[in-house]
């Protein structure tokens, strides 16, 4: 099966500053759960937030430019992953509060990120 311009959706700016936000992000939590004390870890920590900036300014700008089947792929997998993250954030205050399982902030974010990206190639895909 064969999608035309489905690759090309992958090399723009939006899903490579998202792509290199999650990675990055995902890099620092591997590196920090080895070794959570380093002291030369404190960059790599600091490393995801400007890609991150650059993934929502990014998102702006593309949205400004796009026609309105893009613009509704782009909006459909934001609020996909921003409820995911609700659904998440209040997954994880309900274990808080029974006392089970005390969750990171960075895991919301990991999960929005991936959830968004999913989301992306899903609606691409669908309206192409």
Known sequence: MHFPGV?????R????????AFLAEAVYQQLNRYQPHRSGLWFFGLLPLPLMLGFIV??????WKMD?????????SAFIAFAAALAISLAFAGLDRMGWYKAAWDDVIDFMLFTW???YIFYSVKYR
């Open 68 to 76: 309105e089947l893009q613009k509704r792929i782009s909006i459909e």
């Open 117 to 119: 990206a999913c989301a």
């Open 58 to 63: 990014s998102l702006v700008r593309t949205i």
């Open 13 to 20: 700016s939006i899903f490579l500053w998202g792509a290199a």
């Open 7 to 11: 690759a090309r959706r992958f090399t």
